[in-house]
């Protein structure tokens, strides 16, 4: 009996914990520019807000890519992706689990020009390495998601460059 | 050069920031002081820095070389009511959060802790990731009484 009760508590615990250490996948919002209502026209400086979160575990980082829709077609091309940029200066969002929105960027004249369309693909990262989506098939999704990468419409934002704000 | 000129540019502003929240004289006029830290303008200076939930260190001296420190404050422990910072995101002045603040959120930080003295301290500051020891650089903010 004695013997048996470490081997149960074993059998009991063990799953949990096991359970604590599985991987859930993170979610990226782009606020501003607005993920899900695409198409806006926004000034310069383009300020860019997001939220990143995970219910069940603690996201590890988000990652924001920037790069500009060439042929104005709010498809994302191969060459198109190929431009891309990590916002902000290269960098991740670490281990900020917020699901409460907060500013990553500013986007000024260095990046944008106006009457040019820019896309922002937002990916976040679990403490398992689990993504939101593949960015390996990101290419040909449009602004809406939902395609073959998992992308969801609120992490990927569309959007044009109206000018420089008053 | 350019990046001289700018911290020089950024200490002026801080020495103007804190200005009015200063009354001259020894022992001044009692009651809370406010000192206010640009974080945003120093982090768009130095270069990004910290992008995870962030805390502020502040440092207060009787001498230059902060060898005689009299006050040390750290927005991550119980003086965390005493510090609040500026929301890029909301354009309005919130508190200090447990978890830290998202620091590419923070366009300034202002300390409303005790900070009477009546003799000259000088001042420092600087940024820490929350629960660690990530330090950035110190800051300068100046001489106060």
Redesign the interface.
């Known amino acids: 009996m004695r013997k048996l009760l470490p081997i149960t508590l074993i059998i009991l615990i063990f799953p949990g914990v096991l359970f604590s250490w599985t991987g859930t996948d993170p979610t990226v919002e782009i606020i501003s520019p607005d993920g899900v209502n695409d198409g806006q026209e926004v000034s310069i400086p383009v ?1 860019v ?1 997001v939220k990143q979160y995970n219910t069940e575990q603690g996201i590890d980082y988000g990652c924001y890519y920037f790069f500009c829709d060439t042929d104005n077609d709010g498809i994302i091309d191969s060459d198109e992706w190929s431009g891309r940029v990590k916002i ?2 290269g ?6 689990n ?1 699901d409460t ?5 500013y986007l000024s004249i260095d990046k944008v020009e106006q009457n040019k369309n820019y896309f922002i693909v937002g990916v976040g990262v679990d403490l398992d390495g689990n993504t939101s989506c593949d960015t390996t098939l990101i290419v040909g999704e449009n602004y809406n998601g939902g395609g073959a990468s998992g992308i969801v419409d609120k992490a990927i934002s569309w959007f044009k460059i109206k000018g420089l704000k008053p | 050069m350019k990046k001289l000129f700018m911290i020089l540019g950024l200490c002026t502003m801080a020495m103007l920031v804190m200005a009015p929240s200063f009354p001259v004289g020894i022992g001044g006029s009692g009651g809370k002081k406010v000192i206010s830290f640009p974080y945003k303008l120093w982090r768009e200076t130095l ?2 820095v910290f ?3 962030t805390d502020v260190q502040i440092q207060v001296s009787t001498d230059i070389g902060f060898t005689d420190i009299v006050k040390d404050v750290n927005s991550n422990s119980i003086n965390r009511h005493d510090f609040n910072f500026f ?3 909301e354009g309005i002045y919130k508190g200090w959060m447990d ?1 830290g603040v ?1 620091a ?2 923070i366009l300034d930080i202002i300390y409303t802790g005790d900070l009477n003295f009546t003799y000259d301290v000088y001042i420092r500051w600087r940024i820490v990731e929350h629960g660690t020891e990530n330090y950035g650089d110190w800051l300068p903010l100046g001489v106060m009484r």
């Open positions: 300020k807000v902000p200066k960098q991740n969002i670490n281990d900020i917020q929105a907060f500013t990553i960027d | 270069g990004i992008t995870a939930y929301s890029a995101t978890t998202p590419t959120d």
